[in-house]
T-cell receptor
Framework: SQQGEEDPQALSIQEGENATMNCSYK?????LQWYRQNSGRGLVHLIL?????REKHSGRLRVTLDTSKKSSSLLITASRAADTASYFC??????????FGRGTSLIVHP | DAMVIQNPRYQVTQFGKPVTLSCSQT?????MYWYQQKSSQAPKLLFH???????NEADTPDNFQSRRPNTSFCFLDIRSPGLGDAAMYLC???????????FGPGTRLLVL
């Protein structure tokens, strides 16, 4: 299965701290995406990084991709209470259909 | 604003009583997906349509069916809901299967 695995499963930090989540996968990919899900809601796309890219930024978000290690990380800098959510990575293999991991549950305490 | 809409947001049904969940999109995307998500789990792809081409995941139960009468609408039919089918059902769209998916808010299904 191409399913990505996020690590850690849960993360609790104070407002203003940085949050780092990791995603590992097993086979080669064309792209990897990160999504956010607030409790009881749909997923919101954050960043797509292609296999030939190593780093992308979007506001306070920074995503890295290391295809040699088959891993990606999502860094949220200067976290806010509103960042509290679950974060999923989605990887796609030959079928081109993204497959989601179980997610990291992030809690940011005010 | 272009968006993905799911109705209803909450659905209560009885064990064995057929139920239909609906999804519509104003993005004019080619691909529409249905996912099932249980508490603290990854969204699990049930099937997707690329235009009118239906693609069923191998482990999707026969109890789940889907219809896409036109580009904008896609329906999820659960023919005989069981207690294990209680979950959040997410609809998503994308311009192509390799591209970003846009999700609706989900329909939470409760089976009594």
């Amino acid at each position: 299965s191409q399913q990505g695995e996020e690590d850690p499963q849960a993360l609790s930090i104070q407002e203003g701290e940085n949050a780092t989540m990791n995603c590992s996968y097993k086979t080669s990919i064309n792209n990897l995406q990160w999504y956010r899900q607030n409790s009881g809601r749909g997923l919101v796309h954050l960043i797509l990084i292609r296999s030939n890219e190593r780093e992308k930024h979007s506001g306070r978000l920074r995503v890295t991709l290391d295809t040699s290690k088959k891993s990606s990380s999502l860094l949220i800098t200067a976290s806010r209470a509103a960042d509290t959510a679950s974060y999923f990575c989605a990887t796609e293999g030959g079928s081109y259909i993204p497959t989601f991991g179980r997610g990291t549950s992030l809690i940011v305490h005010p | 604003d272009a968006m993905v809409i799911q109705n209803p947001r909450y659905q209560v049904t009885q064990f064995g009583k057929p139920v239909t969940l609906s999804c519509s999109q104003t993005l004019n995307h080619n691909v529409m997906y249905w996912y099932q998500q249980k508490s603290s789990q990854a969204p699990k792809l049930l099937f997707h349509y690329y235009d009118k081409d239906f693609n069923n995941e191998a482990d999707t139960p026969d109890n789940f069916q889907s219809r896409r009468p036109n580009t904008s609408f896609c329906f999820l039919d659960i023919r005989s809901p069981g207690l294990g089918d209680a979950a959040m059902y997410l609809c998503a769209t994308s311009s192509d299967t390799k591209e970003t998916q846009y999700f609706g808010p989900g329909t939470r299904l409760l089976v009594l």
